[in-house]
């Protein structure tokens, strides 16, 4: 089953915690055991797992992820000029796949399912498929 | 289903837009509605999503994370000389999950799957694995 | 299918290969043809498919992912110091997604599936999810 969902950005790099939003999706399709895949289908803005307790840690991610891929380079080309942007994306990932157990998504007591924006403010999507064993 | 491909890349580092080939085996799965996972069986070579629209993004791309993971290293140990190109693909994936609707990957407008060859030029192979809802 | 397995690790960065344990729970599922995905429920640890050969490559990655994401930073907020664990984590990923053909993984000649330890040692954990065609 596949669901599609929208959000709103405000910041240039933000990580937005949508594990409620997921696991709402989840217990709506009805399927008890299986995975789901979360998708991003922007390539300036990903989908990571990460810690879902001290907000610093997404501080000190977003600082460091700006260090090792830097906004402004001497020698990037492309015009748009937010190559950080589809750097960071790479490395966080365009999806996180998680398994599905009695209906819920099967995380570790300190991970939670974040969008990761690194090009906002903007409106944004995602989509969260959800298949049965 | 699964399907086998081949490419022969032509530099050492390479972004190569597959996309066009991964719809064209989504496509002949005869699967309609379910995910596909693109698979990369080498230690050196990953894929990933990202824009298929300005070139000079895979140019930058590639640029930045040649400084961030250097050929060289002094305190490299790995006799093959090509650690860099281990941690490229770690950082870019072996294999990305897209979800298929209607027959066809459900790619955002500006998304493109890439093979990404980090230590080329060379014969490579990857999977497309499509699995039904 | 889905299965729980435990292990120790011995080092605060450590790749331990789990290739054998994965292989056997596939096998163990029953299942012939279909997807495994490998996850890690930690924020700290992650999942990686490298080389299983030279056991230098392992030396090479952990040692320029320390670099790139240093231990202390003078702008690191997170309280718990490890800041860096989680960023090596989102690098190389949460779960790995291997295709299952015949029975078994189809891993690359040189492929082996990791659990990543970033902040260890500790006890940690995974599962094995295996998904029929």
Redo the contacts between chains.
């Keep these: 089953?596949?669901f599609h969902e929208k959000l709103r950005t405000s910041k240039r790099d933000e990580m937005i915690d949508i594990t409620r939003q997921a696991a709402a999706l989840i217990a709506r399709s009805g399927i008890r055991?299986?995975?789901a895949?979360v998708?991003?289908?922007?390539?300036t803005a990903g989908i990571?797992?990460?810690?879902n307790a001290?907000p610093?840690?997404k501080?000190?991610?977003l600082?460091?992820?700006d260090e090792?891929?830097p906004w402004t380079?001497p020698?990037?080309?492309?015009?748009?000029g937010n190559?950080a942007s589809?750097?960071k994306?790479?490395?966080?990932?365009?999806?996180?796949?998680?398994?599905v157990?009695d209906g819920r998504p099967?995380?570790?007591?300190?991970?939670g399912i974040y969008f990761c924006e690194f090009d906002g403010p903007r409106e944004r999507e995602y989509?969260v498929?959800v298949?049965?064993?």
């Design positions: 089953m596949l055991d299986g995975i895949i998708y991003c289908p922007h390539t990571a797992i990460n810690e001290d610093d840690v501080h000190d991610v600082l460091r992820l090792v891929y380079h020698e990037y080309r492309h015009a748009e190559t589809h750097l994306a790479i490395t966080t990932g365009t999806s996180q796949t998680v398994v157990a099967l995380l570790g007591r300190w991970q989509y498929k298949m049965a064993d």
